[in-house]
DNA sequence: TATGAATGAGTCTTCATTCAT
DNA sequence: TATGAATGAAGACTCATTCAT
């Protein structure tokens, strides 16, 4: 019972807390506005949270690292399926459903993202996007090398790690439906992959 | 001689601003901090500048409307060379002119841009991306409705717009120097183009 | 004895705002002075008080408001007293008791109204005379048209209603005991209902 | 010449400052924006007049000292015609010459004196209505103690005093035309002299 | 758990005034 | 006469954070 009430009010502050942060970004957001949309004291919110930032990493710290975790994982079996391959013409062009279980994901913890997104600026978390394109960028080499006879062109690579998040990105910005948003990243991932084809992939 | 004096701390002002606004966003930068650096008191500045925002805009309202005005004139050169093919086939695939071009201006105010599109938060710039993106969207079912038998898809033009924006941002924020910027972003720029060819273009 | 230190904080700091409101006017002064007489930091006003009109309200508005409704039920009163006399020479020149009622009431909140009257400049109080001389202006016609073969001046009733709250205000300005107060106010305003009757009563 | 051109930018900056001053009030005018109004910078007023505070009396000061130059010669005059009377009945009670001068006085200088009114808070002049107040209050018990049989009461000497001194008040700041404002006046000032009779005059 | 009073450094901005030129 | 750059103190107000209770 009691604590029904308490873990009301903490998940008030975090509901109250997104809605702020959103609104204004983590600098601008006020912890006391959030307080008083919570209809909660400054008092209690130093309680559940160690600080400001602490605050934020609560929303957003989950769903992020479960992402990480998913991209991880992702991009092991890709290598490992790629590696068998003997011809570049057997590759696979449709990653639609990798492409749908990553939108799934996120979509289910939209909120979080778009505050990552567009609300961390002098946040730890305010070039996490930056991370993804390295964790792609970084996978693309090995994926390729595995192949025979190809290599990689570093700087390509980079770039259509880039292109690739940024296209995410602006689907889950301005897509507030998740299947919409899954069937309208399909064709753009089938462009992007025969970009990496076309300029990632250098024949030795 | 007295001249320069003064025009070198209103010079100094804006150098000092430059810093501050990098290091911290706009919302950050503390007034104090940039009239310390520039060795000026706090009244100076307000003789300047009319007040915080209009310190930044000094700084980045210039350029940016330059770009705009370059931007425009090559939309509308653009749909009149386009307009006199008859042929797909015939569809120039080399930007490397315009490209060189547009890396050529925004490189001689790279401070400038940079602070657009870092540092621009709670700014009335702080959506100046999505002007151009929008421009170059906007542009492209006029190029493309001029073509016989070719009409675009709204979607994928709107995409393929925020792909190639970002694809020069890219380029803008981590690539330092001029002529770098300008042979790296070539190849994307004929990568690009190719997804305005099969992805927008829709054979009627 | 906590509540005690705590209730006399905001205390002191409505005390010390009275004395420099007084001292230099709703415009002059300044918050840090009343937040340093009152022996508490910046921040701790800002949390008793919305913003520095906000503290003039505080120590102004109740009594202000009380002599409203003081005012409001007396005119009404008024109105129907004077609406059962059928002759001139039976109204009441004596008006001491509601004139002592008055002074006994705003002498209780003295402080207040010396503010209002003398520190309001640049407040939304700063025409609340104005509002007294049109609730007395506004019920005169009222009351002497309930009058048989009577109807008032407007112009005069305008004017005699300013007599007469100046009246009031002097008093209250400039004399400290209400006692003495209740004292002089009296012959005065004999004086002043003899000019209501010649000057603002006229004979149809 | 040249003359002209500088008078002009001292005038310009005085209409400009009447302007300000009456819209702000003294605290709150801006010599910037007075100086901006007047298409003039800050140095040049600080040729013309020494301060703020100087800027301002140089608006006020003539008209001001001239009205009391005015009642001065009035009180002295009207000291001696009173003295030669010996009867109460003959006192005049039509003082309308004398109020259509003062009136007519006032007007020529409005601007000047609805800023010494309205407008001159935290300046030497903000209780000059007690001078005047005191000049009256003063001058009546001279002329009354030369009536044979008759002295004054101090205290509703000096109320009559006030009330006499707020009815031209009054009628200065809320009427514009200077033709109805002498109209206006005379009955008040006819039934404000009863009450200097009634009041004031006691029988020894 | 939670309160809420209090901190104090910090924010941007405005101002009357000065002075070398 | 007049400029206009520069001063520097002061203005109201906000903030994340702390702590005795």
Redesign the pocket.
């Known amino acids: 019972m ?2 029904d ?2 873990y009301k ?2 998940e008030l502050l975090i509901e109250a807390a997104k809605e702020e942060f959103l609104e204004k970004g983590y ?7 959030i ?1 008083a949309k919570a209809g ?9 949270f ?4 602490d605050l934020f990493a609560e929303i957003v710290d989950g769903p992020l690292n479960g992402l990480k975790m998913l991209l991880a994982r992702h991009f092991r079996e890709d290598g490992e399926q790629i590696s068998e391959l003997d011809s570049l013409s057997n590759i696979d062009l449709d990653h639609s459903d990798e492409s749908d279980m990553f939108i799934e994901y996120i979509y289910s913890y939209r909120d979080s993202f778009i505050l990552l997104l567009n609300a961390a600026e002098n946040t730890k978390y305010e070039n996490c996007v930056d991370e993804f394109v390295e964790m792609l960028e970084m996978s693309s080499p090995m994926v390729i090398s595995g192949m025979k006879g190809y290599t990689s062109d570093a700087y390509m690579s980079h770039w259509m790690a880039h292109l690739t998040i940024d296209a995410f990105i602006n689907v889950i910005k301005h897509i507030e439906d998740k299947q919409e948003a899954k069937r309208k990243m399909r064709p753009i991932l089938t462009y992007l992959v025969k970009g990496w084809v076309e300029l990632v992939m250098v024949r030795e």
């Open positions: 009691k604590q009430v308490e009010k903490r600098n601008k957001a006020s912890l006391r506005n307080c909660v004291t400054t008092g209690a919110l130093y309680f559940f160690k600080n400001k930032e």
